[in-house]
């Protein structure tokens, strides 16, 4: 059967393909290694994070997305054409309407990047959507009912908080604050404290295995290597839960302060639905232990996760493709 839609999650951290027949065909990390002498792509995904920090000078390794949106124009076009193809077989046969997913905050310049990058890798048709709108109806929200929903998508570059009701965003913020910020944070924070520099992918590590939001009675533990900065040799050290929770927690507090925003300039008849409903969060960084429970305790609104977070804003795209005609009027911009 051929794939006439696909909708795509084009994150800062990861990208996640989707098709109405299969789901989730695709999730690889945003990630493509160049070779700069000869000015081509040598690997995408999964094969080019693993390169990350072990280049030679020749090859540089990098994310052509950066909080939300396209940094380099030219790669993102590369690796968008190449996931499709990863997980459409029948991709270069038949060109597939594309549904890409797009920061709220997005301008309307960096919202063209992405159409013109879907058109060049061979769609016949690109709409984008607003990733809260997507994030939402992918948790199973019901968006189109008169009642107020409140969703927070917290992926790699960029935090969203929105208000959602009869179909559309009643207030929104976003905050160029999320996942890749608070490895950068633990990583200066083992640097400050413990004299040590490590890279991206342990700090990633570090803070999927023992990362928390809140301090908790049992810590859990964790041992890491770097390059120790006195001596330049390389330096086993221990790092616990706490101490990770320690050097987010400033990250963090940005994204409660958005979250209360957006919870102030919410009309009242809203504000007890959402009461009475609390808020869902989704995206990669809702994986991130006890954060329900810390924006619930800052601004005493229940608050809850949705089910597989990371995959709600491709699943809203899939929920969108199937309905096509119905939000083509309401949540959609195209080209």
Do not use: W
Not at 62 to 70: A, K, T
Not at 208 to 213: L, P, Q, V
Not at 255 to 277: F, N
Not at 310 to 320: E, I
């Amino acid at each position: 059967m051929f794939v006439r839609k696909i909708g795509v999650d084009l994150g800062t951290c990861n990208s996640i393909v989707f098709t109405p027949q299969k789901g989730v065909v695709l999730n690889e990390p945003s990630v493509v290694a160049v070779s700069i002498s000869e000015n081509r792509i040598l690997a995408v995904g999964r094969e080019a994070k693993e390169m990350m920090g072990r280049t030679p000078d020749a090859i540089r390794v990098y994310r052509p997305l950066r909080d939300g949106v396209i940094a380099d124009y030219r790669v993102t076009e590369a690796m968008l054409k190449y996931f499709i193809k990863r997980g459409v077989r029948n991709f270069r046969f038949l060109k597939p309407e594309l549904l890409i997913g797009v920061p709220a905050g997005i301008t309307s310049t960096e919202k063209r990047a992405v159409i013109e990058a879907g058109m060049t890798a061979g769609a016949r048709g690109v709409y984008v959507a607003k990733e809260p709108i997507l994030a939402a109806i992918g948790a199973g929200i019901p968006i189109n009912s008169c009642s107020g929903h409140m969703i927070i998508d917290i992926g790699g570059g960029t935090s969203e908080v929105a208000i959602i009701s009869l179909g559309g965003i009643v207030t929104c913020r976003s905050l160029r604050v999320a996942g890749d910020k608070l490895d950068v944070a633990i990583a200066e924070y083992i640097k400050k404290k413990h004299n040590l520099a490590i890279g991206e992918q342990t700090a990633e590590e570090i803070k999927i295995k023992i990362g928390t939001a809140l301090q908790e009675k049992e810590e859990r533990e964790m041992e890491i290597r770097g390059r120790d900065l006195i001596s330049g040799l390389p330096h086993n050290i221990k790092v616990s839960s706490g101490e990770v929770c320690e050097a987010i927690s400033e990250r963090l507090a940005e994204m409660v302060q958005v979250v209360k925003e957006v919870l102030r300039e919410t009309p009242p008849e809203l504000s007890s639905d959402i009461m009475d409903k609390g808020m869902i969060i989704s995206g990669g960084g809702a994986l991130l232990r006890n954060i329900d429970e810390l924006i619930a305790e800052a601004t005493g609104v229940p608050c809850f996760l949705a089910e597989e977070p990371l995959f709600c804003v491709a699943k809203g795209t899939g929920a969108v493709l199937d309905n096509l005609e119905i939000y083509k009027q309401t949540i959609m911009a195209k080209r």
